[in-house]
């Protein structure tokens, strides 16, 4: 076995910001080895004993969680769903992006999140929580395929013969849930995603939900059903990124106005989490109406860490090296003294985050020293003889390769997770849109072009840097072409308007055919005419997705590049100079980013490898070869391990920057490492 020291030469930062955790907790999974069990305690012993009450009563209560930014309020969310969801269903709601679209918004996030399968768990929390109701368990899920789809109705009626909106309906929903067939399609609507007319036919529906009623009743309907199964937790986070007011500010009036609804409407079996950075409640708390205020139950903030905590969390990543070690050190905290927390945090009290971007520094300063040493051991003879200086391992920081293995990890998961163009709402598309557009610098990007109360947020609008025209940019993927030709309808208003000199519509989604009148206004506007309509692939929503997930923690302080935390414009700037979004097909349509042209020599196919490779040792300086190898292999399943190491071999000849320490021994044993050059 290789000595602790050895290991740290090998091995990755046990504090790089790939460990640390962020966002929607059915994205990422916590390692409950690095939890360290008396941190947030008493907090979760509190949310524990409301959650318990819900159970017991119904009623449904209301927690604001409040802590600065660094103080684990996302990972605690996470937390509390790993450790409580035998006792409760969770659900993570995105921020919104649209105030008007918000009850929408939540019921598609509700059931997305009920889609999710619980740990250790093999069926989904929806059908747990279908399996719970008193029709499920007085028969099997076969029995139910093979019965009769009106006596189900017909007894969940019975059962609940008030409080359920549009009864008839959603129990058939429900019941097309248990059918193979039919499943997939009994979710979209559930989630109120627009179908058309052959759809709605199938399952037995006149109407998509598609107005913020209906959505908010179908919600009631989810908590009232859930008195037989068990509560509903809605956990909602990252508020900095919410939709805007007129005057720059988050909407977050809007966010407890529904909370206010859900208590004064008496939906039942909701325990609604409200995590919120200290400064922006301070910041905004004075907009919130004094009694929807009230309907917070309880406020609970995050304490700071103490050093003992703080030596905990360094203890509990570092175990992992340690016990591969030969031995194992004198100290625990190996490499790492307690002395550098009491230096650092006079005070005695510190974020959980500052105190991992600390541990990353002093391990990294530890870890390249050891490596320099080892070099002028190695090295030392061949370069007396040929009258060089000794290499010296490269020690700065590089925030771009930093942040293009952030992006490309946050990439990757995307790419697990978004399957469809219409996995997300019209709103939330044309967010995501402007978001990337402003991050490219596109001049003047406004929101809600359309002058229409409903299409309004599915529009934006920018100004093209060389001649000053307007464009508007359109996106829709409504199945309903009922919906499409008022879409449409609404759109060529615009035009003969003059409100833009250029309309680009993005639609996936067909446009119907010559007999539908939306096809027909649709060839009268991009028909010989300056306007596009550009269909939108999976992977250019892959990109738009990734950049939004990094928005949103930008903005509530959860983004971490190395041992940097980002702003949004600081994000920006690393979007622009790490070109990362050239590689979307959509912003290339859109000309706002140059088109990617494929070369002739097959290069282009091993670039992202590459890349890869050298990123990975500039942020790590150091890493065993057979660590880089395995990397890659996972991250790109589909080249060889020979592949690999010819690519790590030309990577050492060509770059005077990465070298092999003792080029010379078995390839397991070879260190590939950063210089000064």
Not at 43 to 63: K, M, P
Not at 324 to 342: G, I, T, V
Not at 534 to 555: C, I, K
């Amino acid at each position: 076995m290789p000595s602790i020291d050895q290991i740290i030469q090998r091995e990755p930062n046990p504090f790089d910001t790939e460990t640390f955790w962020s966002g929607n907790f059915w994205q990422e999974q916590q390692d409950p080895n690095l939890m360290v069990d008396s941190i947030h305690k008493e907090a979760i012993v509190e949310i524990e004993n409301i959650l318990d009450l819900v159970a017991q009563d119904n009623r449904t209560r209301t927690l604001m969680l409040e802590g600065e930014t660094g103080s684990g309020k996302t990972y605690l969310l996470g937390r509390i769903k790993r450790q409580l969801n035998p006792k409760a269903f969770f659900v993570y709601i995105e921020p919104f992006t649209a105030s008007d679209y918000i009850w929408r918004h939540i019921l598609r996030y509700t059931v997305d999140s009920l889609l999710e399968v619980p740990e250790g768990k093999e069926d989904s929390q929806l059908m747990i929580w279908l399996k719970g109701l008193s029709e499920f368990k007085h028969r099997s899920i076969i029995d139910m395929i093979r019965g009769d789809r009106q006596v189900f109705i017909r007894n969940l009626r019975e059962a609940y013969p008030a409080g359920i909106y549009n009864a008839a309906e959603f129990f058939g929903v429900l019941y097309d849930l248990t059918n193979p067939k039919l499943a997939s399609l009994a979710c979209e609507w559930l989630r109120g995603d627009d179908l058309d007319e052959e759809n709605l036919k199938l399952l037995k529906v006149q109407h998509s939900i598609d107005t913020e009623d209906a959505a908010q009743k179908i919600i009631a309907n989810f908590g009232r059903i859930a008195e037989e199964t068990q509560p509903i937790v809605l956990c909602f986070d990252q508020l900095d990124n919410i939709a805007r007011l007129s005057d720059g500010t988050i909407d977050l009036q809007t966010l407890f106005s529904a909370n206010s609804v859900i208590h004064n409407q008496k939906l039942k079996n909701f325990l609604v989490i409200i995590s919120i950075i200290t400064d922006t409640w301070r910041q905004n708390s004075h907009r919130i109406q004094p009694t929807d205020k009230d309907r917070l139950d309880t406020v609970l903030q995050l304490k700071q860490v103490s050093l003992d905590q703080a030596e905990a969390l360094w203890k509990y990543r570092l175990s992992i090296l340690h016990r591969n070690a030969l031995s194992l050190p004198d100290s625990a905290l190996y490499p790492l003294e307690r002395d550098k927390l009491e230096e650092k945090f006079p005070g005695g009290k510190t974020k959980p985050r500052n105190v991992l971007i600390l541990g990353r520094q002093l391990y990294q300063d530890y870890k390249v020293n050891l490596v320099g040493s080892e070099l002028s051991h190695v090295e030392e003879k061949t370069v007396e003889e040929e009258k060089k200086p000794v290499p010296v391992v490269e020690k700065t920081f590089d925030p771009i390769a930093a942040f293009k293995l952030v992006w490309l990890r946050k990439f990757t998961q995307t790419q697990q997770r978004v399957t469809r163009v219409r996995q997300f709402s019209s709103p939330e598309l044309i967010q995501m849109l402007a978001e990337a557009l402003s991050a490219l610098e596109i001049a003047a990007v406004e929101m809600r072009f359309l002058p229409n109360r409903i299409y309004a947020n599915y529009s934006l609008s920018y100004q093209m840097p060389e001649n000053g025209e307007r464009v508007a940019v359109v996106w829709s993927e409504d199945q309903n072409l009922t919906k499409f030709c008022n879409f449409m309808k609404v759109c060529q208003e615009a035009i003969e308007q003059n409100l833009c000199q250029v309309l680009q519509l993005i639609r996936f989604e067909g446009v119907g055919n010559p007999h539908n009148l939306g096809y027909r206004i649709y060839n009268d506007i991009f028909e010989d005419s300056p306007h596009n309509h550009f269909m939108p692939d999976v992977s250019s929503v892959q990109y738009l997705v990734t950049y939004h997930s990094l928005v949103n923690d930008a903005y509530s302080g959860d983004l971490v590049v190395g041992e940097a935390t980002p702003d949004i414009k600081e994000l920006e700037t690393l979007i622009r100079e790490s070109q990362v979004l050239r590689g979307c097909t959509l912003l290339q349509d859109l000309g706002v980013v140059p088109a990617f042209v494929i070369s002739d020599d097959n290069k282009d196919e091993w670039q992202p490898i590459e890349e890869f490779l050298l990123n990975r040792v500039i942020n790590q300086q150091c890493l065993a070869r057979q660590r880089l190898l395995q990397e890659t292999l996972h991250q790109f399943s589909y080249v060889s391990e020979g592949q690999v190491n010819q690519l790590i071999d030309h990577l050492c000849g060509d770059n005077q920057k990465v070298r092999i320490l003792d080029s010379g021994a078995k390839i397991e044993d070879q260190l590939v490492y950063l210089v000064r050059v």
